[in-house]
């Protein structure tokens, strides 16, 4: 039976421009976008007066650690979170147990979590130093592209220049993308052994482990590698302004290689690990004031290609322990359900555009992913995931109110202003006047329709 969706009277964004338009959405696609004034039966008419009418946002860097590890976060609460934050697809890692480094963990995966999803999903694979000859058959399966380090973090080895290598031309021959994890692991384990040696467990010393040069290091390593090997590269979670620039001067070279940052590298700072420890504990660690001011200037500039979240949540509890030691406190904070609020209120402060949010959280890393066009824009054709936003919605983010699994956010006690309203998945109500309606099984595995990247 036809399902359909009628949003009138709202104000469409893309990447270029906002215009006036209702939208029809038929059967989970977007049928129709007219001028105000459409006419015609709906199932449900939804009227966006006032609201601005967002694609659904893509969050291609979450770690919802689900199965196996489901004591940080369920793939239900993860996605649930997704949904109430503006996030109709999440882009999974491989981090969970088994991880998924291989096609027999891949589709373990995709059918254990086919029933637990609010929002849409796609999932990444990893990449090891062992597992090069076992990349091409997840590629084939549908997955949007993998995901390695250059350190020992998380349990994951570190790949090095040599096998890194060797695992970019292996992608490099069907046209896959990575997303790397940049930090150099030698330096960063000389850091810590002086600093363990000199008795350091004050909050600071977690900036000096992680230091500026040791991602600048491994930046440069994987750029040359990229530059070698012709691979489509994503560094992630740039921390810093300089580095933009150095990536955008090796893409303008020649080289497919993009720069992802998150949020909390646009509002934190070194000085807010110093004060509040464990949470804002997450590498690479934040820099300075006037770091983050450039990050915003390059940001608009058009030097970020994509916004990801970084979910990477853990329990109160195992925070803890890092307010005596901080070296007991695990890497990682959460953030799939406040990333879009943040950038939404950094639009309210003058800081950027809604045009240049919906490139950077919704159409590039829909391309990046090869998810586009069926996610990442609201043409017709596209799948119905809208977010109906209220620029004036004002909300004060209480720990409380988390409804990621950890319960915890380290924005607690933030005022933000501007809120998804009503998100849609497929033409589907998951959240409703800021209320999560959705349940898991709506949302299905997504597999990517192209190679990706924004060439």
């Known amino acids: 039976m036809s399902q359909t969706v009628r949003i009138i009277n709202g104000i469409v964004v893309d990447a270029d421009s906002s215009f006036p338009a209702d939208l029809l959405i038929r059967d989970g696609k977007i049928e129709a976008v007219s001028a105000p004034g459409m006419k015609g039966e709906a ?21 919802m ?19 109430y934050g503006g996030v109709t697809t999440v882009v999974d890692h491989h981090r969970t147990v088994p991880a998924v480094y291989e096609i027999s963990s891949l589709e373990e995966k995709i059918e254990y979590l086919k029933e637990k999803a609010v929002v849409d999903f796609g999932l990444k694979g ?21 995901k390695t380090f250059t350190c020992n973090l998380h349990g994951v080895k570190a790949m090095y220049p040599g096998i890194l290598k060797r695992a970019f031309t292996e992608v490099k021959r069907w046209n896959g ?34 230091s500026a040069l040791a991602e600048e290091v491994a930046v440069e390593a994987v750029i040359a590698v990229a530059k070698e090997t012709g691979a489509r590269v994503v560094i992630a979670h740039v921390s810093q302004a300089k580095l933009l620039k150095r990536i955008r001067e090796a893409y303008e070279e020649g080289a497919e290689i993009y720069a992802e940052t998150c949020p909390h590298y646009l509002y934190l700072t070194s000085r807010d690990v110093e004060k509040n420890g464990p949470w ?13 001011e450039e990050m915003w200037r390059l940001y608009n500039l058009g030097y970020v290609s ?10 109160k509890s195992d925070k803890l322990p890092g307010e005596k030691n901080i070296w007991d406190a695990p890497n990682g904070i959460p953030g799939v359900e406040t990333s879009l609020r943040i950038m939404l209120n950094a639009v309210n402060e003058g800081k950027t ?60 006690g933030r005022t933000l202003k501007g809120a998804p309203e009503t998100v849609l998945v497929r033409g589907q109500i998951v959240v409703d006047h800021y209320h999560v309606v959705g349940r898991p099984g709506m949302g299905r595995f997504i597999e990517r329709v192209s190679t990706g990247g924004l060439r």
């Open 280 to 292: 804002m504990k997450f590498t690479p660690p934040p820099r300075d004031e006037k770091n983050l």
């Open 126 to 146: 990893g990449i090891s130093p062992d597992n090069t000859d076992r990349l091409e058959a997840m590629w084939n399966r549908g997955i949007t592209g993998f």
């Open 306 to 315: 994509v916004i990801g979240s970084d979910h990477c949540p853990y329990p």
């Open 43 to 63: 199932d449900r008419t939804i009227d966006a007066s006032g609201r601005y009418l967002l694609p659904g946002a893509v969050d291609e860097h979450t770690h």
């Open 177 to 210: 993308t990575v997303l790397i994890h940049c930090e150099d692991d030698s330096i960063c384990q000389i850091n810590e052994q002086q600093l363990r040696a000199a008795g350091r467990t004050d909050f600071a010393s977690q900036n000096a482990w992680r």
């Open 65 to 83: 650690m689900d199965p196996g590890i489901t004591e940080r976060e369920e793939f239900e609460t993860g996605t649930a979170a997704a949904a």
């Open 353 to 412: 555009t809604l045009n240049q949010v919906v490139r950077t959280m919704c159409e590039n890393p829909a391309k990046l992913e090869g998810l586009y066009p069926r996610k990442g824009n609201l043409r017709p054709g596209a799948d119905g995931d809208v977010v109906i936003v209220d620029m004036e919605k004002e909300e004060k983010i209480q720990n409380d109110r988390v409804i990621s699994k950890c319960r915890w956010s380290p924005y607690d």
